[in-house]
């Protein structure tokens, strides 16, 4: 075992320098050790990029503490190389979204990246993140996402400092604690019975295909309840979703008149 000096970019001003810990494996391969999933990489030049980038987030940078307050770091979930999950006081154990605060691609330092912004477009629209950053150890582009999702208006700005980084990785991730004291109030007016409040959160998180949806519901006069996920708004009194465990091309219908109450929404 061993520690490798990677260039990792410029911080404060000046060249920065990321410790990794390696070890040699079969055939003289190096294996780099990630602090995230505990488990061992091939360091390929992507790779360095990767676990240079995960030691300043995670130790190296000043703010680190800081961000592990709010940020849940993941490596390799939901087909991302790097994503930062709020990880601040869960709202009500019945409402536990996994939210993407900010997705952060990384690629060998070879690697132009105006060359994959439409890629990481789509991944913040997939998973409803409003930034992201693509970094190669040499160039950072920070990507924010305004407007609404269907119509998205982007804005794209060319970082010099990893303190940059830091700061705007701090930003959203206090923007979003904030943002889930509002979705606890909503949470608890569609406990409540509040439809208006089940069409927000369906907008807000209905696009993950993990979350569950625990919705009480009136029928033939009695109430019952159902697992939905992927919900759809289709007007302001309609909601179509998929139950689980049901097969069926066809989507069930929630209107608003048959709702009595969301119970929990939560991953699977």
């Known amino acids: 075992m061993a520690i490798l000096q990677v260039p990792c970019f410029r911080y404060l001003g000046k060249d920065c320098t990321a410790p990794l810990t390696v070890e040699q494996g079969a055939g003289n391969e190096m294996l780099v050790r990630c602090p995230v999933r505990q488990r061992l990489y091939r360091l390929t030049p992507e790779e360095r990029v990767r676990q240079a980038l995960l030691w300043f987030l995670t130790e190296g940078g000043n703010r680190a503490a800081v961000l592990a307050e709010y940020l849940r770091l993941g490596v390799e979930e939901s087909s991302l190389d790097v994503a930062g999950f709020f990880a601040g006081d869960a709202i009500d154990q019945r409402f536990c979204p996994n939210v993407t605060v900010v997705i952060l691609e990384t690629k060998r330092q070879e690697r132009d990246l105006t060359d994959d912004v439409e890629q990481l477009k789509i991944?913040?629209?997939?998973?409803?993140?409003?930034?992201?950053?693509?970094?190669?150890?040499?160039?950072a582009v920070w990507l924010s996402l305004g407007g609404a999702f269907v119509q998205p208006v982007w804005t794209t700005e060319c970082l010099t400092d990893l303190c940059e980084v830091e700061e705007r990785v701090e930003r959203v991730s206090v923007e979003a604690n904030t943002h889930f004291v509002e979705c606890r109030r909503t949470f608890t007016?569609?406990?409540?019975?509040?439809?208006?409040?089940?069409?927000?959160?369906?907008?807000?998180?209905?696009?993950?295909?993990?979350?569950?949806?625990?919705?009480?519901?009136?029928?033939?006069?009695?109430?019952?309840?159902?697992?939905?996920?992927?919900?759809?708004?289709?007007?302001?009194?309609?909601?179509?979703?998929?139950?689980?465990?049901?097969?069926?091309?066809?989507?069930?219908?929630?209107?608003?008149?048959?709702?009595?109450a969301l119970v929990a929404v939560r991953p699977l």
């Open 123 to 139: 991944y913040m629209l997939r998973q409803r993140c409003r930034a992201g950053l693509l970094f190669n150890g040499r160039q």
């Open 189 to 260: 007016a569609a406990a409540g019975g509040d439809f208006d409040s089940l069409l927000c959160l369906a907008a807000l998180f209905a696009g993950d295909s993990s979350l569950t949806f625990m919705l009480s519901i009136r029928a033939r006069g009695s109430l019952g309840s159902v697992q939905g996920f992927g919900l759809r708004a289709l007007d302001p009194n309609l909601i179509t979703y998929r139950t689980r465990g049901v097969v069926s091309r066809h989507r069930q219908q929630l209107t608003r008149q048959d709702f009595h």
